[in-house]
């Protein structure tokens, strides 16, 4: 199996982000889906992180991946611009009174128009609302170069830094990284 070095940065913050932060487009719609099918779930994850190697949801047993779905304290939520899927999220409450922003991204085609910003302030606010101590995020260098950035700005401190061997499907081990 290829794998690369990469680092994986780590953040959270410990109060919600000050202001909302308006749709940039009136048909922009934020779905929850309650206990979605692998296949569809697949889809999202396949959708988002085709270009930045995610993996780990793919290689889990669906069954595996499907408690997790159906679990109450993880919800997926799915952004939409004019009825077409744009991006999803999902929010892990399991551990503790901390909430994980587990995954987060758009699909590429609708990358670059202010939708990251107001859906992950979006989901902050949800995150929020629902009273933790603190709120969790992590990316990588293989990650779009505007995560980072994004969280920084959202509001999120980094906290820990690791470098690990990462899988990557074949051909994806000689990808740039910014």
Known sequence: MPYIRTKTTYLEMFVPPGTEV?????DVRIESVACPSTVFY??????VGGDYCWVDRLMMPDEELQSILNDERVSVHVLRVAGEPAGYSELDCRVGNDIELAYFGLFPTFIGQGLGKFFLHWML????????????VHTCDL?????????LK???????????????????NERKRS
């Open 42 to 47: 697949q889809e999202l994850y396949r959708s």
């Open 154 to 172: 959202a509001g999120f401190q980094i906290y820990d830094e690791t470098v690990v061997a990462q899988y990557v499907p074949d051909g994806r």
């Open 125 to 136: 606010h949800t995150a929020w609302s629902l009273g933790p101590t603190r709120v969790w």
């Open 22 to 26: 308006a749709p940039p487009r009136a």
């Open 143 to 151: 990650d779009h170069p505007a995560a980072l950035p994004t969280y």
